[in-house]
């Protein structure tokens, strides 16, 4: 949930008394849970999921597109939210990938 948002629309709901139930109605939509959120569950779930596996993420992006009936990765970009875990696990891959390099040799 956007706390900025639901501050704004709430500091622009209309006066002090007597419009509590346009407050609450602003509360109840921004608060409730959407079809879009299992979406974003499902994506990220399905990208950490992938990353655990040893699998590459990144090549398997156009098949997780066409079973969210996008045309492009790119569409489906915007279901990837950044978690920490999902941090968590691209930090421990890329550590993996980095600590030759940083050793001296080459990966």
């Given at each position: 949930m956007e706390t900025e948002r639901l501050?704004?629309?709430l500091t622009e709901a209309r006066g002090p008394s007597g419009y509590e139930a346009e407050i609450r109605e602003v509360i109840r939509r921004l608060l409730a849970p959407h079809v879009?959120?299992?979406?974003?569950?499902?994506?990220?779930?399905r990208l950490l999921r992938w990353y655990r596996d040893g699998g590459k993420p990144a090549?398997?992006?156009?098949k997780l597109s066409t079973f969210m009936g996008?045309?492009?990765?790119?569409s489906t970009a915007v279901?990837?939210?950044?978690?920490?875990?999902?941090?968590?696990?691209?930090?421990?891959r890329f550590q993996t990938f980095a600590a030759p390099i940083s050793i001296g040799a080459r990966p």
């Open positions: 501050v704004r629309e879009h959120d299992l979406r974003h569950s499902f994506a990220v779930g090549d398997k992006l156009l996008h045309v492009d990765p790119a279901y990837l939210t950044i978690t920490a875990e999902l941090m968590d696990v691209a930090a421990d």
